[in-house]
């Protein structure tokens, strides 16, 4: 006999969502409390290790045995490589004063060179990371101060292992909130610096492959094609609007280059797109396309239009003196399509006669 289905009460839609979203939530905070525990073994073993290694003189050679006879002893469990117990010990000397403990217990054990909130904040903050995500810091980011700016942008943006790691390879954090704009006087604090960090200088497209003496509606279409990478580049919160977006004022047709809404700023984001230098000109042209959306697509909900000029040299100088007397927030950044080696790094790359002397070295 077929079941007759009855009718839903009136609110089981909401029902049902609260609880999915309660089962959601309670997931991540099991999955949080799995890595909080997991990294504080981690770390607790690290210590183990380099204590017994200061009061006994052990060597590196002790590792190999002790991951072998883990190994042995717990062979269904993982993450006990020779590798990865190295890693462990690297990680314990990166953060040997970390507060793991509870405030109570651990009042008696603090140094007066780490406060206890300075050190509760640290273990929150190394809790929080996934360990593959420690990997690739200890080994890329040697700064600490630069590492942990790198930690809390994963949490703040939820970047992959994948992400992180070519954050750090193009060097992120030297290009957040270096765009020249006249976001401080056009927006009230602390919006204007949120604003501020949220954009870059310079942004880098080199997954572009464009020839020297590239059209600007060359560039637009090769980002447009590879949304997905140019997004990753501006930075979490932008959404695609449109590209060559009309508008019609009085008898006159408009095209705005890129046109983006930024879920947490929630404004729109204007970015008119520049080969070569920046311009004076381009501050009006823009600051009238800001203007246009300001009226014509702006919700009464939304924060004010943000203007972002993308040329090849942004040119800081004169792009605050255009900027001086624009009333839209704006900002100008350069971008790039391929990075040049450091100065540095050329400088270590052998000659054409060392790399034969070597040749000839081996040949002996």
Known sequence: MTEVPQALPQGYAN?????????????????????????????????????????????????????????????????????????????????????????????????????????????????????????????????????RWYMQATLQHGWSRSILVMQIESAAHHRQGRTVSNFASRLPAPDSDFVQQTLKDPYLFDFLTLEPGFHERELETGLVSHLEKFLLELGQGFAFVGRQYHLAIGDQDFYIDLLFYHLKLRCYVVIDLKRGDFKPEYAGKINFYCNVVDDKLRHETDQPTIGLILCQQSNRVLAEYALRGVDKPIGVSSYELTRALPENLGSSLPSIEEIERELQGDEA
């Open 15 to 147: 029902l049902l969502s609260d609880i999915k979203q309660r089962v959601r939530h309670a997931q991540t905070r099991a999955v949080l409390a799995v890595n909080a525990e997991l990294i504080r073994l981690y770390w607790d073993i690290g210590a183990l290790i380099d204590k017994r290694q200061k009061q006994e003189g052990w060597g590196a050679g002790v590792i190999p045995r002790l991951a072998r006879d883990l190994h042995n002893a717990l062979p269904e469990e993982k993450g006990f490589s020779e590798r990865n117990i190295k890693r462990m010990l690297a990680f314990y000397r990166e953060y040997p004063l970390v507060d793991f403990v509870p405030q109570a217990v651990a009042q008696s054990a603090a140094t007066p060179e780490v406060p206890q909130a300075a050190a509760l904040f640290e273990a929150q903050l190394l809790q929080a990371i996934p360990w593959g995500h420690h990997a690739e810091l200890m080994a890329k980011v040697k700064d600490l101060p630069t590492r």
